[in-house]
C-alpha cells in the first residue's frame, strides 16, 4: 500500500478536536467520498480508500452528502414504475 503524507497545522486538530489517528480516517474517508461522488472510483475502491467495509461506506455517505446512486427522484420512480 503506498502512502500521502500532508501537511496541516496543529491548529487543524485543535478545531476539529481530533487526534491525528481521527483526522487521519477522517481524510481517508473525505477523499474517498468524494472521488466516488465524482464517479472516478467505484463503491468497492472507495470502501478500500476510507479502510472500511463496502457497506459501512455506503452507510457513510449521508453524512458527506454524497448519494448513494446517480439517479434523479423522478428517474428511480420511472424505473420502478415501468419494472
Do not use: C
Not at 480516517?25 to 468524494?34: H, N, V, W
Not at 472516478?40 to 448513494?68: H, M, P, T
Amino acid at each position: 500500500m503506498k502512502t500521502i503524507q500532508i501537511e496541516y497545522p496543529d491548529e487543524v486538530l485543535i478545531s476539529l478536536n481530533e487526534t491525528p489517528e481521527e483526522f487521519s480516517r477522517e481524510i481517508r474517508m473525505a477523499a474517498a467520498a468524494k472521488l466516488y461522488e465524482l464517479g472516478k472510483l467505484s463503491s468497492w475502491r472507495a470502501a478500500e480508500l476510507a479502510g472500511i467495509s463496502r457497506v459501512s461506506f455506503l452507510q457513510a455517505l449521508d453524512r458527506y452528502n454524497v448519494a448513494i446512486f446517480d439517479m434523479e427522484v423522478e428517474e428511480l420512480e420511472k424505473n420502478v414504475h415501468n419494472a
